[in-house]
């Protein structure tokens, strides 16, 4: 059964970093692209970044650019994708959810329609 699972979500200072990992069971990540997104208190869920299934192309949402990296690691005992963020401010508080699809293309879009499984969330939190 196809399932995607988060962690590495916790409590983290301005300025401090953390870095989430989304793992696929069922299926290789060779096959998926794979994005991020997250939803804050009282506010609509929205786009953070995205990777390709090949891992050769990523999209990132304006806010996050250059202190966010998406990565993947398609190898048998990790199929695994990245978030690794940096410079953490308290408005990067929220859910954050990542999403798969099986898609073999050289460009990911940072849009719910996109794709058609997704994770529990995992809850990061920046405190001032």
């Known amino acids: 059964q196809l399932q995607l699972v988060e962690s590495g979500g916790g409590l983290v200072q301005v300025g401090g970093s953390l870095r989430l990992s989304c793992t696929l069971s069922?299926?290789?990540?060779?096959?998926?692209?794979v994005a991020w997104f997250r939803q804050a208190p009282g506010k609509e869920r929205e786009g953070v970044s995205c990777?390709?299934?090949?891992?050769?192309?990523?999209?990132?949402e304006d806010s996050v650019k250059g202190r966010f990296t998406i990565s993947k690691d398609s190898a048998k005992n990790k199929n695994t994708a990245y978030l690794q963020m940096n410079s953490l401010n308290p408005e990067d508080s929220a859910v954050y959810y990542c999403?798969?699809?099986?898609?073999?293309?050289?460009?990911?879009?940072?849009?719910?329609?996109?794709?058609?499984?997704w994770g529990q969330g995992t809850q990061v939190t920046v405190s001032s």
């Open positions: 999403a798969a699809r099986a898609r073999t293309s050289w460009y990911c879009r940072i849009a719910e329609e996109d794709y058609d499984v």
């Open positions: 069922g299926f290789t990540l060779d096959y998926y692209s």
């Open positions: 990777i390709t299934n090949d891992g050769r192309n990523t999209n990132y």
